[in-house]
């Protein structure tokens, strides 16, 4: 493992460092495409907020229409003593008779109101629970390829960073759906709908309210670009600050050591400072903006009234105030739906990014398992020229290779060890077999078969791998032995642990099986955790078992224990165990020696002792070693 | 509409030490520092007040006079009136709120400028005490918090009132009938606000927590990766994942669901105001007590009061929370830094090296309960010589190392440099000629060759590159994309844990320390390079005084003098022969060493015999 410093490419290090920075577009259609069969199971409700538009578009319109009524039917002609216009109550408007008309059209104003509230409330409930049950499946998808890429993917990028992309980013995107892109779109449409109508009720009054339009519209158009610029160097800057903090605060202890503070005191204060103006400079921009469209939606009003004399009455001006009044509320938040998309579309971007890395091990079209032959008969590894390397890819020059032209075979049965000092390749070369990593020349089989002709997850029910830092998830310790496979019942879960001589140490725990383990198995010893990941490598049922023996000195308590299991475990099957303690293999059928990524040595115990190479001398220092600390004890 | 609400997950984090009311005379210091953008401000929010009720009467006005059909002439003037208002008030409106936000932008810089020298102020027992993620929240979460406070919040708490006072005064005046029915729906509505707010509030929080445990679900699965895919366990993470991820849903469901209730609500509120006109103010029209103005005038207040009205429930939540995330900030402000320049410091300006504990006992006081790290230490290590210190994990001898540099802070009379009590000497002397090597060799997201600089960062290239020659770090670099100026740290290329170590070495090379403390620093670095680093540091050092710490025995062979620590005691002491001799612990650390580290050896020359 410590063999490679595992660089990544200078692209992926130019994304990780620049990731918060690139602030792209609002709008980017090959990234809404791509979003589309998140959002096409949810079609329906989404064909339905846009139905829904019409009658919400009726609801927000009649009031002021009730109003125009009330005014220019019954308060004006009263006030001034000018008859009624021509033209009827329109339908519903018209009171019952005896019904006092002005508390007939006050009711049916609140009515209209009362159902424009409820339909804003049921496409409100609509429109965000389609977006997030949208983001629900995105989730699942990105927690699902982040299954799928093989393992070397996440040396190279930071978890933290993993668990943004399916949480934050899917948040972000989820925005687009109640404040960004369709909200932006509705807006539109709305304010289309809105205009229309106007220019319907009154086209000249209509034509010179909207002279001030197209002004706003530019005046808008410009601050956007202002607030857009503005807005991303905010967020360039604030990311830095973060990250600057966070990593002071990290690494504070070389900073004080190296006595750093005024340094960085003042490359603090000129980021906070940067922040801050650019901060200032959007206050400006966005209260610009604010007050225009306060003024151009004031000015409507009063071009309106100037224009009206003698033209229309005093209801189609109460009409046009209410209308142009929701006309331009839109246009006010503008900004702010604007930086909702921004960041949308990053996220989105970062979300794709993710999703469209290809896994490098992946199963080839028509991947099929062979069968599986009786106990004892099936589970031949063998592995022929097989070169490795972590480093990228191949061709610039000899890359750094953690195994060279390794071949052996190993029996259906047959126990091997694997021998080496740390860095020698024998943890990648067991990580190979389980196809964790694919060989970069040569091949490995299984009972025959390339293993990458395998579908990966045939190959892993077939081999179980035992890792030195055991990894135990948050659950039972039942749990974790069956790993929720249906036909490890809580009876086999107990006849694995008692084979591995777990089941005592278990019993002993106040809830049994049922103890939950904390902080990934901070409440078990070393070699409980040990004896557990036995038991599960045992319920596993494969009958090829690769074992990374710890090397971390076990309580002696366990020691024994775990020395048993170890046995136990490779009863019957073919297995390959990596030792750190010779004594543990003095039984198996052959023991292979590597070096630097070779096969040097190969043999029985007995052999490879007489023959006086370096597991003899392996072998002599390690009793030395036993001898005096069992005197020191 | 988008209330802060991921700040309140962490409020969670501490006792109180300070209470809320330090909390606002600290906010208090801060707001006085601006005098001007209040003042002005406070002026500007009156005279757009005035401007506001005045656009509401002239409206009135300007309509009554096309109703009535008056001259174009008289319509003509009073929309000029009215244009002007409007206006001027837009001026004074983009002022009012540029004044506040700005002076809340200010207020942020101060405080977050003051949070970070704070920072670099509070010893390494305050970073063992509190956690990064607490830290950084209160520098990013609560900082934003109080911002909306100082900005949002103020302007809305401050303005919205005076407001409501002029157009009810107003209202009152013209028609007082009708502007009670009118404005009673108004105080009631800011309570229904309150309450869904608090709704909002509450799902938000479920919402936040479910995300919370999507993560910690995605972490779990991403560290044991291996196990996933060597158990083919993708179908079982999988389930477990969708059950979070469908709590995490529903409980989305339920913060869409209060939170639809919002909009329709709030545009019931005026539209209940309008109804009442309709019928109330249209009657009195009619019945001639009230002019048609009149009626253009109240829908205007109607209309233009909801949206402040509509926001009053969460600005009060933006000043609680405003109110509790400066408390947090005030607490982090007031914890006082125990390593601080001495009050009477020794004026010396270079070391010579000489270090000695004198029965230095230490305990971590961030730990409750648990055994002192150092019983009784007592040595001497004279200027120009080696210290080897060795021991199993948790034996303390990072502890050890961390008191030459003053990282933890210790009594009086325990620890000397040069004969001098390290509690007097000027911290910036004492950090400047002691380079120590932490065991995390933590990088920071800069150049390669700005990290080698760190502790001089006007260094010329050739003294960095020297640096790294002696860390046996330069062969490295010819292999990085940019060689020395390759982004390295976080963000940027991920070194090996050998090269990080070796570029750590390199940043406390070139400060050319007269006290070198290593710690543990070469665990990473293969056997070979640091025996190449170890005869470089020979050449270099001698004459110089090194501290090696390690839990190797082969670190330490050559020291002068070589201390064993066992349970925070020197349990051996002498030279590396000396100690084999005796046959205590360190023979048989060395012995059982030799053995995992002798077939890395024996292995080797294998190889290069083969």
Not at chain 1, 25 to 44: E, H, Q, S
Not at chain 2, 145 to 163: D, E, H, K, S, Y
Not at chain 2, 166 to 179: Q, S
Not at chain 2, 347 to 357: D, K, M, N, T, V
Request: proline content about 4%; aromatic content about 8%.
């Amino acid at each position: 493992m410590s063999a490679a410093a595992r660089a990544p490419t200078a692209g992926s290090a130019r994304e990780a460092l620049f990731e918060e920075e690139t602030l792209g577009k609002a709008y980017d259609a090959r990234l809404l495409r791509r979003l589309w069969p998140f959002v096409a199971p949810y079609r329906r409700q989404v064909t339905l907020t846009i139905l829904f538009l019409f009658p919400l578009l009726l609801f927000e319109l009649a009031p002021a229409w009730i109003v125009k009524t009330g005014l220019d039917h019954i308060i004006v002609p009263a006030a001034t003593g000018k008859p009624a216009p021509e033209g009827a109550f329109l339908g519903p408007l018209r009171a019952p008779s005896g019904f006092p008309p002005l508390l007939w059209l006050a009711g049916v104003y609140f009515a209209f109101s009362m159902a424009n509230g409820a339909f804003t409330y049921l496409d409100e409930m609509i429109m965000g629970s389609t977006g997030q049950s949208a983001m629900r499946d995105l989730r699942a998808a990105v927690f699902d390829q982040l299954q799928r890429l093989h393992i070397g993917y996440f040396d190279t990028v930071p978890v933290g960073r993993l668990v943004t992309r399916a949480t934050n980013d899917v948040e972000n995107v989820a925005e687009m759906f109640s404040a960004g892109f369709v909200a932006l779109m509705r807006d539109v449409l709305r304010m289309l709908g809105i205009a229309v109508a106007l220019f319907l009720v009154n086209a000249r009054l209509a034509s010179y309210a909207f002279l001030v339009v197209p002004v706003i519209a530019v005046i808008a158009a410009l601050f956007r670009l202002k607030v857009r610029a503005a807005f991303r160097s905010i967020r360039v800057r604030i990311a830095r600050i973060n990250a600057y903090v966070q990593e002071n605060v990290t690494g504070m202890k070389v900073v004080q050591l190296f006595t750093r503070e005024p340094r960085n005191t003042r490359d603090f204060d000129a980021m906070n400072a940067d922040h801050r103006d650019a901060w200032l400079q959007s206050i400006r921009y966005d209260a610009a903006l604010f007050a225009a469209v306060d003024l151009a939606s004031s000015l409507t009003t009063a071009v309106v009234i100037w224009q009206a004399a003698g033209l229309a009455a005093a209801g189609t001006i109460y009409v046009f105030f209410d209308w142009m009044r929701r006309f331009y509320t839109p246009l006010r938040d503008l900004s702010a739906k604007y930086s909702v998309m921004q960041s949308s579309m990053a996220s989105c971007e970062r979300i794709f990014q993710l999703l469209d890395t290809p896994p490098a091990v992946q199963d080839r079209p028509g991947a099929r398992a062979p069968e599986r032959g009786p106990l004892g008969r099936s589970g031949a590894v063998e592995f022929e020229h097989v070169w490795f390397t972590y480093g990228a890819k191949q061709g610039e020059k000899e890359p750094d290779w953690v195994l060279r032209d390794v071949s052996f075979r190993v029996e259906p049965g047959e126990r091997v060890a694997l021998v080496g000092a740390t860095g020698s390749g024998k943890t990648t070369l067991i990580k190979l077999l389980s196809r964790l990593y694919d060989v970069r020349r040569g091949r490995i089989l299984i009972d025959g078969v390339d293993i990458r002709d395998w579908p990966q997850s045939a190959l892993r029910q077939r081999v179980a791998m035992v890792l030195q830092d055991v990894f135990l998830f948050s659950g039972t310790i039942a749990e974790n032995i069956a790993l929720e496979r249906p036909e490890v019942g809580p009876e086999e879960v107990r006849r694995v642990a008692e084979a591995v001589h777990a089941d005592s140490f278990v019993r002993r725990l106040p809830a049994g099986y049922d103890t939950l383990v904390r902080e990934r198995g901070g409440n078990f010893s070393a070699g409980q955790r040990q004896l557990l990941s036995f038991a599960r490598a045992l319920a596993h049922g494969a009958d090829v078992l690769v074992l990374d023996e710890a090397t971390s000195s076990i309580d002696t308590e366990t020691e024994a224990l775990v020395q048993q299991g170890i046995h136990a475990l490779m009863q019957g099957k073919t297995a390959i165990a990596i030792a750190h303690r010779l004594s543990t293999i003095e039984d198996v059928d052959r023991i292979y020696v590597l070096h630097r990524g070779r096969l040097v040595e190969s043999g029985r115990h007995a052999e490879l002792l007489a023959r006086g190479g370096v597991y003899e001398r392996l072998h002599r220092l390690q009793m030395a070693g036993r001898g005096v600390s069992a005197a020191a004890s | 509409m988008g209330p802060a609400l991921s700040a309140s997950a962490a409020t969670v984090a501490l006792p109180r030490v300070s209470g809320a009311r330090s909390a606002w005379r600290r906010l208090a210091r801060y707001i006085v520092r601006h005098p001007v953008y209040y003042g002005v401000w406070t002026a500007v929010t009156l005279a757009y007040t005035a401007g506001f009720v005045a656009v509401g009467r002239l409206v009135g006005w300007a309509v009554e006079g096309v109703a009535k059909g008056l001259p174009h002439a008289e319509v003509s003037r009073r929309v000029v009136w009215l244009v002007a208002v409007i206006a001027g008030s837009a001026v004074l409106r983009f002022y009012s709120r540029t004044l506040v936000f700005n002076a809340a932008r200010e207020i942020e810089y101060e405080l977050r400028n003051d949070l970070f020298a704070q920072l670099l102020r509070l010893p390494q027992s305050f970073y063992g005490r509190w956690r990064t993620g607490d830290i950084m929240s209160r520098c990013v979460n609560d900082t934003n918090a109080v911002r909306l406070l100082m900005g949002v919040a103020v302007l809305n708490i401050l303005q919205t009132p005076v407001l409501y006072v002029a157009v009810v005064a107003t209202m009152l005046a013209r028609n007082a009938r009708l502007a009670l029915f009118v404005l009673l729906p108004y105080p009631l509505f800011i309570l229904v606000a309150r309450a869904i707010g608090r709704r909002v509030h509450h799902w938000s929080l479920l919402t936040q927590e479910g995300l919370g445990e999507a993560s910690n679900q995605l972490q779990e699965v991403i560290s044991g990766i291996a196990v996933v895919k060597a158990y083919a366990m993708e179908g079982v993470t999988r389930r477990r994942f969708d059950q979070v991820n469908d709590a995490l849903w529903q409980r989305q469901l339920g913060l869409v669901r209060t939170n639809a209730a919002m909009p329709g609500i709030t545009l019931l509120l005026p539209a209940l105001a309008v109804s009442l006109i309709l019928v109330i103010g249209g009657g009195d029209i009619v019945a001639g007590r009230m002019e048609v103005a009149d009626f253009f005038t109240f829908s205007f207040y109607v209309f233009q009061l909801a949206f402040p009205t509509f926001i009053m429930g969460w600005v009060v939540a933006l000043v609680q929370r405003g109110a509790a995330s400066m408390q947090r900030i005030d607490e982090l402000l007031s914890v006082t830094p125990s390593i601080a320049e001495p009050r009477d410091p020794v004026p010396i300006s270079a070391l010579r090296g000489e270090i000695e504990f004198r029965h230095l006992d230490f305990r971590y006081d961030s730990s409750d309960a648990r055994e002192p790290a150092l019983r009784d230490v007592s040595l001497r290590v004279p200027a120009g010589t080696t210290l080897g210190v060795v021991g199993s994990v948790g034996a303390g001898k990072t502890t050890l190392a961390s008191l030459i540099p003053r990282l933890f802070e210790v009594e009086d009379g325990k620890v000397f440099v040069d004969g001098v009590d390290i509690n007097r000497l000027p911290l910036a002397t004492l950090r400047r000629h002691i380079a120590m090597v932490p065991q995390d060799s933590f990088l920071f997201s800069a150049t390669l060759a700005q990290n080698i600089a760190f502790g001089r960062p006007d260094a010329p290239r050739a003294e960095i590159e020297r640096a790294a020659q002696r860390a046996q770090l330069a062969k490295d670099v010819a292999d990085l994309p940019n060689g020395y100026d390759t982004l390295v740290g976080e963000r940027g290329v991920m070194l090996s844990g050998g090269q990080r170590q070796r570029t750590a070495l390199a940043r406390a090379l070139i400060l050319e320390p007269s006290i070198l403390v290593l710690d543990d620093t070469l665990s990473a670095v293969d056997a070979e390079t640091e025996a190449a680093i170890q005869r470089e540091l020979d050449a270099v050092f001698r004459g110089r005084t090194v501290v090696v710490v390690s839990s190797r025995v082969s670190a330490v062979r050559g020291a002068d003098q070589i201390v064993v620590l066992h349970d925070g005691r020197i349990v051996e002491r002498g030279r590396h022969e000396e100690l084999l001799r005796a046959g205590g612990l360190y023979a048989r650390l060395s012995r059982e060493q030799a053995a995992e580290q002798g077939a890395a050896e024996e292995l080797a020359l294998a190889g290069a015999g083969s």
